[in-house]
């Protein structure tokens, strides 16, 4: 299986977070993660590491508003010449639009605190070529799993998979905001820029709901996207991810979201995913994207469901029983000592 990997995402290391409470923590989401996936795919000869190609903009502005990526692209160094006495290393917005507030201001922390969605997703000097690596690497392998599908194909030839390890992740990022850990959608990216060869799934099984790629979505009927994930009535994202979001317009009936209950185990777990296998193969789509967050783990320090090591493996071979070529893009999972072989034993379902 190839896997597109890109060492820009090193130039993005926040030092802290904001938590709950308050509290500034060392962020979850390091480099470290990343390092410790490809270390364990690199051990393993199934996989071949590639760098991605350089697609511009072009794919990513097809599916993120031109102003928020010029926001992403401007405001650290924006941030440098305001004065402030503090030092700037992670620009983290303090106040927030409320409800139907979209009243957009020109000064530099008013746009973060319209763009940004939580005090999560730090703007450091390395985000956005980082962001951009990320999103690459989703389209690199979104392109070898075109090239590599043929248009009949013969007894016996393999199904198309790839994987994007991509870093930051995306799926919290929606059309016109970043949030999460998450700053451009790469499974978005890539899912849209399939959707031009024909009908693609979206199917997210991050532990948290995927709201940026229900919003980037929501309208369109040539994109199935499913979310399977920690209720929002009791998890972050908390306010998008619910049963009764099921599309709207010409989308309506082509998003669909599974909470899940606090402690779900695996076979909770796999009736939601068979459920949201069965909406896939009714679709029929040409293509499979997989937003995969590893954070599902039981043992994952942000996830609060319970899905074992061998919970992780029968997910991935229950996707690939579907039998679509399928592109794998990294998001969540934070728990590193563990992260590489649920990746790769993930992955290997595939092959
Ligand atoms: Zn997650």
Not at 68 to 90: G, H, I, M, N, V
Not at 194 to 206: M, Y
Request: aromatic share 10%.
């Amino acid at each position: 299986m190839n896997i597109y990997y890109s060492d820009s995402h090193l130039l993005h290391a926040p030092p802290f977070e904001i938590f709950d409470g308050g509290e500034k923590i060392p962020t979850f989401e390091v480099p470290e993660r990343a390092e410790r996936i490809l270390a364990a795919l690199k051990a393993d000869p199934r996989f071949s590491i590639h760098p991605p190609e350089d697609f511009g903009l072009a794919p990513i502005l097809a599916i993120h508003d031109a102003d928020y990526l010029d926001f992403l692209r401007s405001a650290f160094d924006e941030w440098q010449t305001e004065p402030t006495d503090y030092a700037k290393t992670a620009l983290i917005p303090a106040t927030f639009p409320p409800g139907g507030w979209r009243r957009k201001p020109r000064g530099l922390l008013g746009k973060a605190g319209y763009y940004v969605m939580d005090l999560a997703a730090p703007i450091t000097a390395g985000t956005y070529p980082a962001a951009l690596g990320a999103a690459n690497c989703a389209i690199s392998g979104a392109k070898q799993i075109l090239a590599s599908s043929p248009t009949a194909r013969g007894q016996g030839v393999r199904v198309p998979s790839a994987f994007a390890l991509c870093r930051p992740p995306g799926h919290h990022a929606g059309r016109a905001n970043c949030g999460g850990y998450c700053y451009i959608n790469n499974a978005a990216v890539a899912a849209n820029w399939l959707s031009a060869h024909g009908k693609v799934a979206l199917l997210d099984i991050d532990y948290h709901a995927g709201n940026g790629t229900q919003d980037i979505f929501y309208e369109r009927a040539d994109v199935l996207s499913i979310s399977i994930h920690a209720d929002p009535d009791f998890e972050y994202p908390y306010f998008a991810g619910y049963a009764d979001e099921t599309g709207a317009g010409a989308g309506a009936g082509f998003h669909r979201n599974f909470p899940l209950p606090l402690g779900a185990d695996d076979s909770v777990y796999q009736k939601a995913l068979d459920q949201a296998l069965e909406l896939i193969q009714n679709f029929a789509p040409k293509f499979l994207v997989i937003s995969a967050g590893m954070d599902i783990y039981g043992e994952d320090p942000l996830g609060k469901i319970r899905v074992t090591a061998s919970g992780i493996e029968q997910i991935g071979a229950k996707i690939a029983a579907l039998g679509l070529p399928t592109l794998v893009v990294m998001e969540g999972g934070y728990n590193n000592d563990a992260l590489g072989t649920n990746v790769v034993n993930f992955l290997g379902a595939f092959l």
